[in-house]
């Protein structure tokens, strides 16, 4: 029977790189793991914070949170900034009213205008019968010369049609609604076409709305509607026809007005009281 035979090391023809090798890669199994750790550690050095990409992602969400937060923040300004230009325009309208009322009033309780006074009965007068016959045509030039001058307004402003739309409207702002009417009327009737035309036509169915005389009032912003359909004053005029016909109780004839208004005029004052007023509609 043999014997196994036994090798040693440093035993001559005896090569010892098979029990050598298992050493090796126990340490290569080793340095690759160390490796792995390190360049994880180097991804995420701190262990519990996220990655850089996640916090560039995060910061950008945050970003546009605050963005969508100002947009807000900013329409509810505007929206502020709106109802408070409305409720001022409401406030002048209710005003010009209030002046309107109280003219008509101081002008009802004004009485007319005093006559002359008269001697007393049996009173002789203090001249001289002579001199009685001279004074007698005085007055009368004098009444003459006024007669002329108050029935020609246009002579103070000349045939300019400026100057006659300027006297006509301030005619009308010092709540002289009737001398206002003659006065825009007669513009209108001289220059038909002219550059204040469609202004005075405007404010001639302001002055007829001031002295309560509503059909005439609707009639005239119609026909600057219809005449002048490319006029600044056709959304003002329009928004009107819609308080006309609201205060007349013709609930669709004012929705419909007025839905023209913010339909075609969205961005314009007579737009934004047109949304409010359509909004108090039943």
Known sequence: MKKPRLVQYGAAGASPLRYRSRPLALACCLALGVAAQACAQTVNPAGGNPPIAAQGNSAVMDMESRIEQLQNE??????????????????????????????NRVQALTPAAPAQPQ???????????ASAPAAVPAPVAVTTQSAATAQSPAAVAGNNEK???????????????????????????????????DNAQYWLGEAYGRKRDVEKAKAAFAKLVSKY????????????????????????????????????YPDTPAGYLAAKKLAQLP
């Open 74 to 103: 900013v329409q509810q300004l505007r929206g502020s900034v709106e109802e408070q230009a409305q409720t001022i325009a409401e406030l002048q309208r209710k005003l010009n009213n209030m002046y309107s009322d109280l003219d």
């Open 119 to 129: 001697p007393p009965v049996g009173t002789a007068p203090a001249p001289a019968p």
């Open 163 to 197: 100057d006659r739309y300027q006297q006509a409207y301030d005619t009308l702002r010092n709540a002289h609604y009737d001398q206002a009417v003659q006065q825009f009327e007669a513009l209108l009737a001289d220059f038909p076409n002219g550059e204040y035309a």
């Open 229 to 264: 359909p490319n006029s600044q004053k056709v959304p003002d005029a329009l928004l009107k026809l819609g308080y006309i016909e609201y205060e007349q109780q013709n609930m669709a004839k004012s929705r419909e007005y007025l839905n023209q208004v913010v339909k075609n």
